[in-house]
Nanobody, 113 residues
Framework: VQLVESGGGLVQPGGSLRLSCAAS????????MSWHRQSPGKERELVAS????????NYADSVKGRFTISRDNAKNTVYLQMNSLKPEDAAVYYC???????WGQGTQVTVSS
């Protein structure tokens, strides 16, 4: 199993970023995928998840209405569109198979003016 995140960076408050996670080594469409985040001094938290076919999604209350998780099973990729970013969204974002069985290396998101 390999998960490779990309798309992080520095963005101003109110801005947007789109994270990608390229997966390999397993039958991607058969698994729920999720995004998590961790900021210094805090526990890693679940941000969003999406079912294998992509029909069911769930979000943390803190990101509902601002973040959208999606997937392209033909490309073995899961995305996290992040809009209206706030300073408190700054963290390392991790992609996971399921709800935490395998992890990528993470991508840093910094929200600052």
């Amino acid at each position: 199993v390999q998960l490779v995140e990309s798309g992080g960076g520095l963005v101003q408050p109110g801005g947007s970023l789109r994270l990608s996670c390229a997966a390999s080594g397993f039958t991607f469409s058969s698994y729920t995928m999720s995004w998590h985040r961790q900021s210094p001094g805090k526990e890693r938290e679940l941000v969003a998840s999406i079912s294998g076919p992509g029909r069911l999604t769930n979000y943390a209350d803190s990101v509902k209405g601002r973040f959208t998780i999606s997937r392209d099973n033909a490309k073995n990729t899961v995305y996290l569109q992040m809009n209206s970013l706030k300073p408190e969204d700054a963290a390392v974002y991790y992609c996971s198979r399921g709800l935490g069985s395998y992890w990528g290396q993470g991508t840093q998101v910094t929200v600052s003016s």
